[in-house]
């Protein structure tokens, strides 16, 4: 006999199978009323058993399907809240990796800011709705080179756009620096072209756009109370990369000593000032990116275009800025289009 | 015989028999990893107590929420006991509680108590 929920079964079972065989008739038919007795009640039971168990099949599916509709739900809905969080942070939350608490540390990071020049000029001779379309292109384009180069967009702040390499996912200090030169460097190139073409929509102001970087120790983490926080930076350094984002050139990019002394095997600059900064109790000696240089570099410190055998022009590109070599680049992308009708007309 | 309180965890119900007020009570989800290791035991005792001649009234409450099929084995084990108990002169009172639109708790329910002639049953929605 066995201990389970079946024992008196089992019991009656055994039972029944091990009569006597030499019972009489009588003896025989009160077994049989006994045996069908208990048939009947196990039968009753049996089809309780199996209408209770489709019930409870019948209600999980229900559940099941419930849990589908919920879940495809949620999918939705964190497909939204994912445009309103750092990328990086919308992964770590929903891996389970970021716990939503008020917790901060201390990371070298380098800092990202960028704004429009003229921008509230510029906002206030639009129209709103047209003022609304290039700038969400704007921000579109930004938001795409920054996740393609892994920053974490912190915010955006009016024209602003703040970002950060570093945490949660780090490459390194040095590669954190290069990524954000880079990031910046495609974001400017993007920009030109974007320029141009905007322009030729009928938009008369550009964006052109100055960018300051800055590496250095900050607070990063979950600021504000339990209820409501921000996952963002704070502290001296995300202050000082603000402050030398104002005193970049429009359409360049201005990066501090720091951030050089990381990089600066890798990039070509040209010393700036050092600017002595308004709440920075240290001069700042700063650097304008002129280009980064690959691996496979060749000499790009004069661009040589022959327009006969005897006539060339010399082009010093290091005495070039930014903003007037990307200005360039499109003149010539113009100047191959004229060409290319040309011959073939 | 003692009294039982078993309390509930996320498979299974909690437990009680209270012999000063004559009251059994089975209460929450039922669905455990071994069904009869949690059950043979204390429903073992109960059933005794409900075979035994008793000088109170019996009050037997079911407030389930869920239970499997193993578990509706046991219950169904416990009607035939209450019924059987109610047969042999002791006084059983069997409440059914249910959440009012819970119509699978109700049916069940329902289904349990149509062995029932001498134990009284009620379903009481909450």
Redesign the interface.
């Known amino acids: 006999m066995s201990d389970s929920i079946l024992t008196k079964e089992e019991i009656l079972l055994d039972h029944f199978q091990n009569i006597a065989t030499d019972l009489s008739a009588d003896q025989l038919l009160v077994e049989l009323s006994t045996l069908t007795n208990h048939y009947s009640k196990l039968l009753k039971n049996s089809s309780k058993l199996i209408r209770i168990s489709d019930k409870n099949e019948r209600r999980l599916q229900s559940i099941s399907a419930e849990l589908e509709f919920e879940k495809a739900k949620v999918e939705k809905i964190a497909g939204q809240l994912s445009k309103y969080l750092p990328k990086q942070i919308y992964e770590s939350l929903f891996n389970g990796d970021q716990v939503d608490e008020i917790k901060t540390k201390r990371k070298l990071l380098t800092v990202f800011f960028s704004d429009i020049q003229g921008f509230t000029n510029t906002s206030s001779l639009l129209q709103p709705e047209v003022l609304t379309k290039y700038i969400n292109l704007y921000f579109t384009e930004l938001s795409n080179i920054a996740a393609k180069h892994g920053a974490t967009i912190d915010k955006f702040i009016g024209d602003c756009m703040m970002a950060f390499f570093g945490d949660p996912d780090t490459r390194g200090d040095k590669e954190d620096a290069l990524a954000c030169v880079r990031m910046s460097l495609e974001i400017q190139s993007r920009l030109s072209a974007l320029n141009t073409e905007w322009q030729n929509q009928g938009l008369q102001h550009p964006f052109i756009t100055r960018i300051g970087i800055h590496t250095g120790w900050c607070n990063v983490g979950n600021f504000g109370s339990s209820d409501r926080m921000s996952y963002t930076i704070i502290g001296g350094e995300v202050n000082l990369a603000a402050r030398i984002e104002s005193a970049s050139e429009p359409g360049g990019i201005l990066i501090s000593s720091d951030t050089y002394a990381l990089i600066k095997d890798h990039v070509k600059v040209i010393s700036k000032d050092v600017l002595t900064l308004k709440g920075i109790n240290r001069p700042i000696q700063t650097y304008s990116v002129i280009n980064i240089l690959d691996d496979d570099h060749v000499d790009m410190s004069t661009l040589n275009i022959r327009v006969s055998k005897d006539d060339t022009f010399n082009i010093p590109t290091p005495d070039l800025t930014l903003q007037e070599r990307l200005s360039l680049l499109e003149d010539l992308k113009r100047a191959v289009h004229k060409l290319e009708a040309i011959s073939s007309s | 015989m003692d009294n039982i309180d078993i309390s509930p965890t996320a498979r299974t119900p909690s437990l009680k028999l209270n012999l000063d007020t004559y009251e059994f009570v089975l209460e929450g989800e039922s669905y455990p990893e071994d069904?009869?290791k949690f059950?043979?035991q204390p429903i073992g005792q109960v059933i005794a107590f409900l075979g035994t001649k008793q000088d109170k009234p019996i009050t037997c409450k079911f407030k389930l929420k869920?239970f499997?099929?193993?578990s509706?084995?046991?219950i169904?084990?416990l009607f035939?006991a209450m019924e059987e108990s109610a047969a042999s002169g002791n006084s059983v009172k069997i409440e059914w509680h249910y959440v009012a639109d819970d119509d699978?708790m109700q049916?069940?329910g329902e289904?349990?108590s149509e062995?029932l002639s001498l134990a009284n049953f009620e379903l009481i929605p909450v």
Request: no cysteine; net charge negative.
């Open positions: 069904t009869t059950y043979t869920y499997n099929s193993s509706a084995k046991v169904m084990d035939t699978n049916e069940l289904e349990f062995e």
